[in-house]
């Protein structure tokens, strides 16, 4: 199957294929606020519904949150390799909404780039991988090895859903390959897979200092200030350089092999994170290159802080309480149980004698590292060599999937990250948005995967 | 003129009181938020109507930002001392209003006490001292001193309006006396005059890492967290005993003189803040007891954090930006100016190379501390004692009423505070509330104040 052909097949459907891109991120799916719950739903069954029209078995797997869209085709026989492809529906939430340029759930076209949450991560992904399987049905008449599919609804939170059904549903995932589509390529013309990504633990605290908000100045050398108790507990985990100091917070961590260091380029321009996103400087972890730091380094991050008023003007109070939400992207070998446990014993020993707090942990996850030589990495590189006329780089990704690793308990796949993502997509930000030249090389990348799966190459 | 018919006046009128008294809290009239300017000038202006309408010469002095309401009646003559009474008709802002029992602006009475956004602070202590100067002239025929109000719109902001026509106005403001009804007794039943109130100085930073907000996977490890440097930061601020760490921070602060040791009682029931406020342990600086500290040592407190996203459920980001806004409480001889000046320095000296700063003042104002010998003291002093039927006590106030350093410096007045304000009204936050028997208990101090006030005891 050349990719002329694939291309033809792109251009003659590209009206269809924009039209239900759009219609598919109209839906607010946002998993983490349950408000959401009801347009999760109809997305999925919408999502179904496309999927089955395509020409799979289809089937929603109902999870204690939101459902799972499944479907599956293994007509290709047991000769043929089976291909798990994992996608997920779910958007992240769209705040500060005032800096979005439109609509998050109108997307707007500019310049050949979609505007909207989930444009990329990971509606746009999933959109060029379905519609590599509805040009392969066209195209060969019949798919050309034996693919599943498992689109969630709850990766930007926890999947906590698709993971408490994973045991029961483990022989409709089993496969010799899992696809995961909703990474990034390096540069826009530079190729890559990748290899690994981090793991993740989420937690929130709230310090509580009294029963109500104070007077600033009744109470003000009186009461203990929940801000200030936050301010100094979180400040003692890292030092200035902004090295972890939770004690044994990096005592799992390998450190990378020589062939490892080999194999991932960390040299970045110094001026592409000040063009991307004005930074100026890099603030990560002192000695380490910024890609290395991202890539193969545990984080601490205060990802949220609210604590009394921020709005307009002023107001001369000490909140009754402070809040944190923070989390740490974790490498392999990491236990995430143990990373959480970590943390709060030590903010709860450093917690001040008449403030009370609040501990709540949000999802989490292990790293994944697949291997360099398996069939689907070679497959995914030579697709990308095919229609990038280039090398294919080998990359680690800083993000986290949290449930690949579930996932890969269960089945024992070889794994493969691959996308069309780049940096400046803003996913989990304001103005997230996706290329139409992206979706149409991504849609490419794909097909090529599948069938170079088939023979094994 | 005796106490019993005060209070058959009082009585008489108690309906009209409680009514209008719910008319002026209705009015939301914020001076933090500049959307309620039309609410303010509504205020205002009922305000100005009433006070007229009390038998008083009345005049509404407009500032560059809200307007002041004035009132003379001066026909008591020169052989009689002028008395000025200051006080202020706009309200703190009501968030988080989700914690209110009643719409703030929507007063209810429950067990006596009034609940609204005002009710003590300042209106209702307003609200007594209008309804003594009602019953002066309605059992003494005409006031028997000369009288002058100041009632600004500014006071829970920065008193910028008023502060900034002072000047112009300081003939309107002579006076031999002033008198602030704007603070607390110790207990429900133990009077007090206040003979000082702490200064103060309100700032903002915004710190700034990155162009918009990051994905804390692909950028954590890489992007400088503004939160993480607002922590880190803010944390250099204070010794973990809640001492001040900025340099010369208390460089200008006098220690009592042993006559000043002799004359405040700081002692305090171990368990009157539990049961006020849910503060069992004492959380300011060590080495001073709590009134101690709240009355006689200046303060830095963050009155409002923010940063990233902490709302419902979880947002994997690295923000863009994070806020704190924070004040001191000072005391006399230290000087607003010179505090601003040495915490910004401080903080930008801090500033982790790459993280950019924003850097706000709001209002600020000297401590102010009166004399325990000043005729309008003792007459003060005395009416509550004739009310409460036991001595008063003199005490200080941790809060602050900054424009009245600056009153004082145009018209060099006596001045003594006075109140019926209790610190379990919840001023400054939600369920704020006042008690009918202490709006008349106010009343009946304030008549008797004036009266003392003109035979000179």
Redesign the interface.
């Known amino acids: 199957m050349n990719l002329y052909s694939l291309d033809a097949w792109f251009e003659k459907e590209r009206k269809n294929i924009v039209e239900d891109y759009f219609t598919f991120l109209r839906f607010s799916s946002i998993?983490?606020?349950?408000s959401f719950k009801k347009e999760m739903n109809n997305c999925a069954n919408w999502l179904l519904d496309y999927v089955k029209k395509i020409g799979m078995q289809v089937e929603l797997l109902p999870t204690p949150t939101v459902p799972v869209v499944y479907a599956q085709d293994l007509t290709a026989g047991k000769d043929k390799p089976t291909l798990l492809i994992y996608g997920h529906y779910d958007v992240?939430?769209t705040?500060?909404l005032e800096?979005w340029e439109n609509d998050p759930f109108d997307p707007k076209e500019k310049d050949g780039e979609i505007y909207a949450r989930g444009a990329q991560d990971n509606k746009g992904q999933l959109w060029y991988s379905l519609q590599a399987i509805r040009a392969l049905y066209a195209l060969l008449g019949k798919l050309p090895v034996n693919v599943r599919l498992c689109i969630e609804g709850e990766e930007?939170?926890s999947s906590s859903g698709l993971i408490s059904i994973l045991p029961q549903i483990k022989e409709k995932l089993k496969a010799d390959g899992l696809l995961v589509p909703d990474v990034?390529i390096v540069h826009k013309d530079v190729p890559a897979i990748t290899l690994g990504?981090?793991g993740?633990v989420?937690m929130?605290i709230e310090l509580i200092?009294?029963?109500?908000?104070?007077?600033?100045?009744?109470?003000?050398?009186?009461?203990?200030?929940p801000?200030?108790s936050?301010?100094?507990m979180?400040?003692q985990c890292?030092e200035?350089s902004?090295k972890v100091l939770i004690p044994h917070f990096y005592d799992d961590v390998l450190p990378l092999t020589e062939e490892e260091k080999k194999q991932f380029d960390f040299t970045l321009d110094p001026k592409y994170?000040e063009k991307q996103?004005?930074?100026?400087?890099?603030?990560?972890?002192k000695g380490?290159q910024?890609?290395e730091?991202?890539w193969t380094?545990p984080?601490f991050?205060?990802?949220?802080?609210?604590?009394?008023?921020?709005?307009?003007?002023?107001?001369?109070?000490?909140?009754a309480k402070?809040?944190?939400?923070f989390?740490c992207?974790l490498v392999p070998n990491q236990d995430p149980k143990r990373i959480v446990s970590l943390i709060r014993d030590f903010l709860e020993k450093n917690l001040?004698?008449?403030?009370k707090m609040g501990f709540k942990e949000?999802?989490q996850g292990r790293a994944v590292r697949g291997s360099l030589t398996s069939t689907i990495a070679k497959s995914a590189s030579l697709a990308y060599q095919e229609v990038f006329g280039k090398p294919c780089k080998k990359i680690l990704?800083?993000?986290?999937v949290p449930v690949i690793a579930d996932i890969l308990k269960e089945i024992q796949a070889e794994v493969v990250m691959m996308g069309m993502g780049l940096?400046s997509d803003?996913?989990?930000?304001?103005?997230e948005h996706f290329g139409l030249d992206r979706l149409k090389k991504g849609f490419l990348v794909m097909a090529k995967t599948v069938e170079n799966f088939g023979i094994g190459k």
Chains 1, 2 share one sequence.
């Open positions: 998993s983490a606020d349950p992240q939430p705040d500060p800096e930007e939170y990034d990504t981090r993740i989420a929130e200092g009294s029963s109500t908000d104070l007077h600033s100045g009744l109470y003000g050398g009186i009461a203990f200030n801000n200030r936050l301010i100094q979180l400040s890292w200035e902004g994170y996103v004005g930074i100026s400087v890099f603030g990560g972890e380490y910024p890609l730091a991202s380094r984080t991050e205060v990802n949220g802080i609210g604590g009394g008023y921020f709005g307009k003007g002023f107001k001369t109070i000490i909140p402070a809040i944190a939400k989390s992207r001040p004698n008449g403030i949000y999802g990704s800083g993000g986290s940096n803003n996913i989990h930000a304001p103005n």
